[in-house]
């Protein structure tokens, strides 16, 4: 079975982006079939590359496949200009579209730099999954971060952590479960999820002493989620969920802030893992990294996460088209 080729978006040109894409295709062209959008200026100097007018052309090249997007500017490696600030997100918007129109399977996006953003084109959100979100005309979406050893979900994401207690809602957490159970068996190709819920305070509240969130708002979400059938589990203490007969006991884990989330995975598998948006009609995944404004240009940067992200694009596109 095959499928359209994943389109890779360039990201901030003044980062590794458009090194990595070079360095995926070197190492994924006779697997996975993939495009970059952008501007070839933005390649490092003496990349292979060719120029395709359809995406459909992507799967015979014979050295990265670039679908031209003019940029106003240059790039200088390490120094976003605001400049290019309105390309790097008509370039998002047209990966989207391409995806929804069936020329492309899937997104994988190259991480953005959002004040450059800001500060050139009046970006008006958080990062690329809520931008992602408003194209789809979609209220609600889930950031996972997945890889071999661990998938895990944050219910909140970009916020101050003193904000977290208050936008915990039941609401948000129910959402967030039935986004991720749902993404779990679409894309993932698990049947019956199994979903760990982790404590918001140490010890998940021990009993109300170390705080109520837990007791009062995540333990009846969970209950209500079992008496309906699904295998969810918590509110469980956060410290003692990670290790590896803890992991084996669930498919994905909610946790209820960003670090809470992130600093698990980073630990077990940093260079693999994958940014997964869940609830979205199209699917996209990104590396689990920024920029890297420090090292771009050095030739430095390590590819894995981008080419882990292309493979899980291709992976959950053979899927759903499977199905």
């Known amino acids: 079975m095959t499928a359209a080729p994943v389109a890779l978006s360039c990201g901030e040109p003044a ?6 894409a070079v360095k995926a295709w070197d190492a994924l062209r006779d697997t996975v079939p993939f495009f970059w959008i952008g501007d070839p200026r933005h390649l490092p100097a003496g990349a292979s590359w060719t120029e395709i007018a359809d995406p459909g052309e992507a799967a015979a090249a014979h050295a990265l496949p670039v679908l031209r997007h003019a940029f106003p500017a240059a790039a200088t490696a ?38 450059a953003l800001i500060d050139g084109a009046g970006f008006a959100y958080p990062g690329h999954t809520e931008y992602l979100a408003a194209l789809a005309g979609i209220d609600r979406v889930v950031m996972m971060l997945a890889s071999d050893q661990l998938r895990v979900v944050p219910a909140t994401i970009h916020i101050a952590l003193a904000q977290v207690p208050q936008a915990l809602t039941p609401a948000l957490l129910t959402e ?10 679409r894309d993932f190709g698990v049947a019956h999820p199994r979903i760990a819920v982790a404590g918001l305070n140490p010890h998940a509240g021990e009993g109300g002493a170390m705080g109520t969130e837990d007791a009062a708002v995540i333990a009846p979400v969970v209950a209500a989620l079992r008496s309906e059938g699904m295998d969810v589990t918590g509110p469980l203490p956060a410290d003692t ?52 404004l420090d090292i771009a240009g050095h030739g430095c940067a ?8 292309l493979r899980l694009a291709q992976r959950m596109a053979l899927r759903r088209a499977a199905a």
């Open 241 to 292: 969920m990670f290790h590896d007969a803890a992991r084996a006991r669930y498919d994905a884990a909610v946790a209820m802030y960003h670090d809470q989330a992130l600093i698990p995975i980073k630990t077990l598998d940093f260079d693999r893992g994958v940014n997964v948006t869940l609830g979205l009609p199209f699917i996209r995944t990104s590396p689990d990294h920024g920029t890297a």
């Open 78 to 115: 390490g120094q976003p200009d605001p400049a290019n600030a309105q390309a790097v997100i008509d370039v998002i918007a047209r990966g989207v579209e391409l995806v929804r129109a069936g020329a492309a399977s899937a997104l994988s996006t190259a991480p953005i730099h959002k004040k």
């Open 176 to 185: 967030t479960i039935r986004i991720t159970a749902a993404g779990l068996r």
């Open 15 to 20: 980062g590794i982006g458009p090194e990595l």
């Open 302 to 309: 390590n590819p894995a996460s981008l080419i882990e992200a």
